[in-house]
């Protein structure tokens, strides 16, 4: 079993700051990727950010420029900065862990709620 927690969400003005964390636990034998997806109310699940064991780092078009991904591999720990936050990226923010090709482990979530 692997655990997936967030932590950082809050409800936070519009240009405002948010740091999120991911820490994946338990039975990690060779983690992957991980990201965060989020997902708006009444929306599917959609990426925000994605990174490598090997720093390769995807974005939605969205949040370029806003957002930053970052990785401890040593720690299976991700991070998402998050600055210039718009009300739309108001949403319930999940983490994913990856590990070898077929697992897939989902944390249960944080809200980030961006008022205007």
């Known amino acids: 079993q692997v655990q997936v927690v967030e932590s950082g969400g809050g409800l936070v003005q519009a240009g405002g700051s948010l740091r999120l964390s991911c820490v994946a636990s338990g039975s990690i034998f060779r983690i992957t990727t991980m990201g965060w997806y989020r997902q708006a109310p009444g929306k599917e699940r959609n990426l925000v950010a994605t990174?490598?064991?090997?720093?390769?780092?995807n974005y939605a078009d969205s949040v370029k420029g806003r957002f930053t991904i970052s990785r401890d591999n040593a720690k299976n720990t991700v991070y998402l900065q998050m600055n210039s936050l718009k009300p739309e990226d108001t949403g319930v923010y999940y983490c994913?862990?990856?590990?070898?090709?077929?697992?897939?482990?989902w944390g249960q979530g944080t809200q980030v709620t961006v008022s205007s």
């Open positions: 994913n862990v990856k590990q070898y090709i077929t697992q897939s482990y």
């Open positions: 990174i490598t064991t090997g720093a390769d780092i």
